[in-house]
């Protein structure tokens, strides 16, 4: 089985200054290869604690993605420590040189001599470019392992990942490895677990389960004799997985999101929504809008946090305000109605609630809120004490009413007794 290992570079991820979010990105993307990721290292911009883990990792794994220190600063020291660990000189490339040059020209900014060591590279080492960004990246043959040497930028590690690393690093994969990713919302992960009991025995796959709150993954691994076999293999237990936790459960594979999917249906149908937020202040709308597309369906949002703005903005009638309170059944509907007819679109959502920490009574508790889905046909309404801190409670209401949002468009307002 092909192993590989991940080492993160950098004084500010061992600090805790950065979150690691190229560790876990590549372990993702070796493991979809087909590769066993044995351990995920993290050094700082210490050339010793480099050099030793260099060398380590480079004699236990097949495949080694590192990133960071490949800037132009005295702490970017990645490039000559690979060096010294395979005891060769830098030499400077030519033709990367001109391309950071070129770079700065077209951004018509001022290129800084310590610009120039980037383009230094062990000699012998692949150079691989940077469509993104002024450092190059490079690869290696350090012991048994294929390493590659990324920057530490996100969106530039990625692109160069997925166009030069990959393509190299594939057809060491041996046998046949695949793995699905399943995304769910509405039930707790026990529960998930519950539900995909005696899968793993019955298939022969490996079932892994990852909290990315509020969303569940489900992540089915299977090993088979070759890769067509074990895609095969994986698909056929992923159905089962959908087919035992259902449709309103399972809303997506891969880097799906809630929010998207919910798009996607109301594109299908040529639906608009809009939306008006009280308590969320603008996050459902951020997360209807957070990938492209988003224009297909999506109006625009009235965020109202003051009593004087739900009335300015959508009508909501000052008498329910002042009866029954801006967190309320009555003031939630008003609100999607408000909106619905503002904005003149077929779908609207709404949420007023008491994100904490503080102004909650006995009457109406912290985490408590109202949300509601207006169509032409109707309009519905639930309400929930929402447990946790404030950006909790604001995230699982914003879930809360595009799953309730998806519901209504899927299967028509219930009546009036079913919820």
Known sequence: MATAAVLAIGTELTRGELVNTNATWLCEAL?????????VACVPDDAPSIDATLARLGAECDVLACTGGLGPTTDDITTECVARVLGV???????????????FERFNVPMSPSNEKQADFPRGALVLPNPKGTAPGFSVRLGKSHASFLPGVPREMT????????PAVLPLVDGGRHQI????????????NDRLAGIEAEYGVVLGYRATFPVIEVKVQATAADKPAAQALARQVAEVVKERLGPRIVFGEGDALFASAFGAVLTERNLRLACAESCTGGLLSELLTERGGASAFFAGAAIVYENAAKIAQLGVPAELIERDGAVSRSVARAMAEGALARFGVDVALAI???AGPSGGTADKPV?????AVATSTGTTDKHFVFSGEREQIRIRAAYAAIALGLRVVQDGHPAPDGG
């Not at 000189?89 to 770079?103: G, H, K, M, N, T």
């Not at 399943?182 to 998930?192: A, D, F, K, N, W």
């Not at 985490?367 to 949300?371: E, F, I, P, Q």
Request: net charge neutral; no cysteine.
């Open 89 to 103: 000189p830098l030499e400077r490339d030519a033709v990367s040189l001109a391309a950071i040059r070129a770079r």
């Open 159 to 166: 692109a160069m990942f997925e166009s030069s690393v990959l």
């Open 31 to 39: 493991t979809r290869a087909g590769f066993v990721v044995n351990e």
């Open 181 to 192: 990713i399943l995304r769910t919302h509405g039930l707790p992960e026990s529960q998930v």
């Open 352 to 354: 007023t609630g008491i």
């Open 367 to 371: 985490g408590l809120v109202h949300y």
